[in-house]
């Protein structure tokens, strides 16, 4: 029965022509991340949401994420480390205020309600294709987006030639985007 239940949900809610604009938003998202440095796990979070959602799972291929947070805004709980972390060895918020994502491709996962996200992210101004797994679901009058991934830091210039930083870098996204 249950089974059921949630089919008939995805049913309802991922339709055909049912596409979204949506608009993300700080409010009931989270933008996480989290390495090791020393062999310790640190993290931090940023704000600032920004961008444009569409999204219609029942057509998946009309669905597009254009999607930014403000780079100044890292707070790891520590203002002397996100003094540090704002730096040009770092995140250079001075001249890349902005990380920024654009989907290039989303096709469904293998259960209802997981997709694949495939696109470009961008950090201190060096774009890379990435790819994650992603959830979706309908709440509050919009959509809250999860994923969890690891990018190499490496690969944007972030932390320079650090050896006491770990390479792996782990982004845990949960946005909240509300109807346009």
């Known amino acids: 029965m249950q089974k059921i239940f949630i089919l008939l949900f995805f049913i309802m809610f991922f339709s055909k022509g049912n596409a979204q604009n949506l608009v993300p938003v700080d409010e009931g998202s ?8 020393f062999g310790f796990s640190t993290g931090g979070s940023f704000t600032g949401l920004k961008g444009k959602i569409q999204f219609d799972a029942g057509n998946i291929a009309n669905t597009s994420f254009t999607v930014s947070v403000d780079a100044t805004s890292i707070n790891t709980n520590n ?10 060895e770092y995140f250079n918020v001075e001249k890349y205020p902005l990380i920024s994502f654009a989907s290039a491709a989303v096709s469904n996962g293998d259960k209802p309600g997981t ?20 959830t979706a679901i309908a709440q509050n009058n919009g959509f809250l987006f999860s994923a969890s991934f690891n990018i190499n830091r ?27």
């Open 154 to 180: 490496r690969d944007f210039g972030v932390g320079s030639n650090s050896m006491v930083l770990a390479d792996n870098l782990l982004l845990s996204l949960r946005v909240f985007a509300k109807k346009n």
């Open 115 to 134: 997709f694949l996200m495939k696109g470009n992210l961008t950090i201190k101004g060096v774009t890379k294709p990435i790819s994650f797994p992603f």
């Open 79 to 88: 203002e002397s480390r996100d003094k540090h972390i704002r730096k040009e």
């Open 30 to 37: 989270a933008i996480k991340i989290s390495i090791k440095n």
